[in-house]
């Protein structure tokens, strides 16, 4: 738990001397309601802040030392927001590098998952831990569920190869 509480401390730290070295920013539109952004938009921290949320809506702004040590700083404040990875996505994109997008669109699609159940989801994508069923099951609930297309389809991928390597469970 004291690790867990010195990374949250680190992590407060650095957030709140990177929102003071950017008061002086100026105001542009939030990741929700954003002109598309470019490689000029990065550090979207730096150059956007206002854009840095949580999926509560609390701004990276509000999350200082002082906040924290009141106890206004609670784990959910620490999360990103999927319209922020979603901008993050379009910068990279701008910059040529097309498959970092497709990582910051999953990832954008994961952060509506809950955490235990992700985790779950993970477990059973090891070699030999789940039938083929199981799997496409997985991908049934991403899409269905949790609107998660570009997981899901990564997850009907890998029943394809598993399939092809014999690495469902029974298969050993």
Known sequence: MTEINDLINKIVKEASQQVADNQTATATPTADNHKPMTADDYPLFKKHPEM???????????????AAISGNVKPEDLR???????????IAESAGRVALKSIFDRAAELTGIPDERLLEM?????????????LLDIATELEDQYGAKITANFVREAVDMYGIRKKFKGDN
Do not use: C, D
């Not at 949320?53 to 002082?66: H, Q, R, S």
């Open 52 to 66: 840095v949320n949580a999926p509560n809506g609390k701004n990276v702004k509000e999350i200082t030392i002082e």
């Open 122 to 134: 993970y477990g059973a994508l090891r070699p030999y831990r789940s039938t083929k069923q199981e």
């Open 80 to 90: 990103i927001a999927p319209a922020t990875l979603k901008a993050q996505g379009e």
